[in-house]
């Protein structure tokens, strides 16, 4: 693809963060890689977040993705898995930040609507869709896959940005 943008799109958790990293020419989308970054249950909060902090750092480095989209956290019943959670996602946050990459925010339920067409999406759903519209993707994961449709909703609501933005310069330049 020529002049083609690479994104990386982040699925954060403590356990296991996706990553999946995309080209777009802003129709065509292409698939580069993901996967997933691991901490080990068994070692301390801190630990656990420098391996999610080396492991996303490292991906970010080989790929060298210039945008990264990454999935807001829901708050959920348990507000020490929340807080756990939040602090997965700075990590993620902080990786792309460090490269000086710009890094968008999306809602899951915007993530599942754009990929799926339906805001409550199940996981498969997600696996199928990310597959029809990246078919040499092979996530290993949920969270791979969930990385991939975080990226892909980047691609189609940047591209939608560009459309707004080209539209708003022809309405100025009309007399």
């Not at 691991?38 to 070692?43: E, I, R, T, V």
């Not at 994961?141 to 591209?159: F, G």
């Amino acid at each position: 693809m020529r002049d083609a943008i690479r994104i990386v799109g982040i699925d954060p958790g403590l356990r296991r963060t996706g990553w999946g990293v995309i080209d777009t020419d802003g129709v065509r989308l292409g698939y580069v890689a993901c996967g997933s970054v691991s901490s080990d249950a068994d070692d301390s909060l801190g630990m656990r977040l420098r391996q999610l902090f080396d492991g996303l750092s490292q991906v970010l480095a080989q790929l060298a993705p210039v945008e990264a989209a990454i999935e807001q956290t829901f708050v959920n019943r348990d507000a020490a898995a929340t807080l756990k959670l939040g602090q997965a996602r700075g990590i993620a946050m902080l990786v792309p930040a460090l490269q000086g990459l710009v890094i968008a925010e999306y809602a899951p339920n915007a993530v599942k609507k754009t990929v799926v067409g339906a805001g409550h999406a199940d996981k498969d759903q997600i696996r199928a869709m990310v597959k029809c519209l990246l078919p040499r993707a092979v996530p290993d994961c949920a969270d791979a896959a969930d990385a991939l449709a975080i990226a892909i909703t980047h691609a189609h609501s940047r591209r939608w940005t560009k459309l707004t933005e080209s539209i708003a310069l022809a309405e100025r330049a009309l007399p």
